[in-house]
């Protein structure tokens, strides 16, 4: 894939900016830009999954809470270094190529999937929040039930004598989050990721020209619920904590929020819309006079009426309308 000078420039600006800004800001401002580059990494994996694959998953929080819990299990018992990344990447994952073969090669249409994999968040929700009392442990780590797992070690990276600060680890949610949205077009651009689109566009059409439909579908959920997983570990080291509401219905619905309000059909929307609507929950719940769920219900309303293509797309499509309209202009003058 050839990157346009453009997106080099953009991400070469995004990589100094990950490298410089903890050394210009206060660690709770810190803190939290940390928390929504996580969750902007969480919003891709399903900008990938739904966007670009077609893929109607409302539970992509399982993998993502999977990823958090597995990390917690690996650092305590591993260490907290790059074999619990490892298994915080490869448990979720394995879990959605077991969950997609199913439904994939089931031939289970869209909306039945929706419900599937949110039933399965919500499955693995009750599981998490029963597991209190001494009994409920996966060797050192403690699962704690609906009090979760509290004191996480924190990440260190090999060659390393300490753990990663607040500012290693913002630099480090902000670099695999350039990395993965680079990636992620990568993969979009490649004949892989061609063939995804044509099975999302006509899917009897692509399985008339030879193409196993199901087998693409498959590897493109299990990709995303590896990105996913990623965004759980980095949210659980983050925190040094992890409870069953990473599982919670809210936080399923979140996700599709982000997704639908930023335009399920790009990357960097989803990134943005989640961050901003991140911001926004945080200014309003720390006022404690206005239901956040509310609000977000209330946007999410909004957007699907009045804006129904999303953030991004509208805002490109008004910018292209605006410079034909200047050049017409310009051409009439002369």
Same mark, same amino acid.
Request: net charge positive; hydrophobic share 55%.
């Given at each position: 894939?050839?990157?346009?000078?453009?997106?080099?420039?953009? &991400? @070469?600006? *995004? +990589?100094?900016? =990950?490298? %410089?800004? !903890?050394?210009?800001?206060?660690?709770?401002?810190?803190?939290? #830009?940390?928390?929504?580059?996580?969750?902007?990494?969480?919003?891709?994996?399903?900008?990938?999954?739904?966007?670009?694959?077609?893929?109607?998953?409302?539970?992509?929080?399982?993998?993502?809470?999977?990823?958090?819990?597995?990390?917690?299990?690996?650092?305590?018992?591993?260490?907290? &270094? @790059?074999? *619990? +990344?490892?298994? =915080?990447? %490869?448990? !979720?994952?394995?879990?959605?190529?077991?969950?997609?073969?199913? #439904?994939?090669?089931?031939?289970?249409?869209?909306?039945?999937?929706?419900?599937?994999?949110?039933?399965?968040?919500?499955?693995?929700?009750?599981?998490?929040?029963?597991?209190?009392?001494?009994?409920?442990?996966?060797?050192?780590?403690?699962?704690?039930?609906?009090?979760?797992?509290?004191?996480?070690?924190?990440?260190?990276?090999?060659? %390393?004598?300490?753990?990663?600060?607040?500012?290693?680890?913002?630099?480090?949610?902000?670099?695999?989050?350039?990395?993965?949205?680079?990636?992620?077009?990568?993969?979009?651009?490649?004949?892989?990721?061609?063939?995804?689109?044509?099975?999302?566009?006509?899917?009897?059409?692509?399985?008339?020209?030879?193409?196993?439909?199901?087998?693409?579908?498959?590897?493109?959920?299990?990709?995303?619920?590896?990105?996913?997983?990623?965004?759980?570990?980095?949210?659980?080291?983050?925190?040094?904590?992890?409870?069953?509401?990473?599982?919670?219905?809210?936080?399923?619905?979140?996700?599709?929020?982000?997704?639908?309000?930023?335009?399920?059909?790009?990357?960097?929307?989803?990134?943005?819309?989640?961050?901003?609507?991140?911001?926004?929950?945080?200014?309003?719940?720390?006022?404690?006079?206005?239901?956040?769920?509310?609000?977000?219900?209330?946007?999410?309303?909004?957007?699907?009426?009045?804006?129904?293509?999303?953030?991004?797309?509208?805002?490109?499509?008004?910018?292209?309308?605006?410079?034909?309209?200047?050049?017409?202009?310009?051409?009439?003058?002369?």
């Amino acid at each position: 894939m050839r990157i346009s000078p453009i997106s080099l420039l953009l &991400g @070469v600006i *995004a +990589i100094v900016t =990950a490298v %410089a800004l !903890p050394s210009m800001v206060d660690l709770f401002s810190l803190l939290s #830009m940390t928390v929504y580059l996580v969750m902007a990494l969480l919003a891709l994996s399903l900008a990938f999954v739904w966007g670009h694959g077609g893929i109607l998953c409302f539970g992509q929080a399982a993998f993502f809470g999977l990823g958090a819990y597995t990390w917690a299990v690996g650092a305590f018992n591993f260490g907290p &270094g @790059v074999g *619990a +990344i490892a298994l =915080a990447i %490869a448990v !979720p994952a394995v879990f959605a190529a077991l969950l997609g073969y199913f #439904m994939f090669y089931g031939k289970i249409s869209d909306v039945y999937l929706g419900v599937i994999t949110l039933a399965v968040t919500l499955i693995l929700f009750n599981l998490m929040n029963s597991t209190s009392g001494d009994s409920y442990r996966l060797g050192e780590a403690l699962l704690g039930g609906f009090n979760g797992i509290p004191s996480i070690p924190p990440l260190t990276l090999p060659g %390393a004598a300490e753990p990663l600060s607040p500012e290693g680890t913002f630099t480090l949610a902000a670099l695999v989050l350039i990395g993965a949205y680079f990636g992620v077009r990568v993969v979009m651009a490649s004949r892989f990721g061609r063939v995804v689109a044509a099975v999302r566009e006509n899917e009897q059409r692509a399985l008339l020209l030879g193409y196993n439909a199901s087998r693409y579908k498959l590897i493109t959920f299990t990709l995303g619920g590896a990105l996913a997983g990623l965004a759980g570990m980095l949210y659980a080291n983050w925190g040094a904590f992890v409870s069953p509401g990473v599982f919670s219905l809210s936080q399923s619905a979140q996700i599709i929020i982000w997704v639908i309000v930023g335009g399920r059909g790009t990357l960097i929307g989803p990134i943005i819309a989640c961050v901003a609507l991140q911001a926004m929950v945080t200014q309003l719940g720390a006022q404690h006079t206005i239901d956040t769920g509310l609000v977000l219900g209330i946007i999410l309303i909004l957007f699907v009426l009045l804006i129904p293509r999303g953030l991004a797309p509208t805002v490109v499509d008004a910018a292209r309308g605006l410079l034909r309209s200047r050049a017409r202009t310009l051409k009439e003058t002369t």
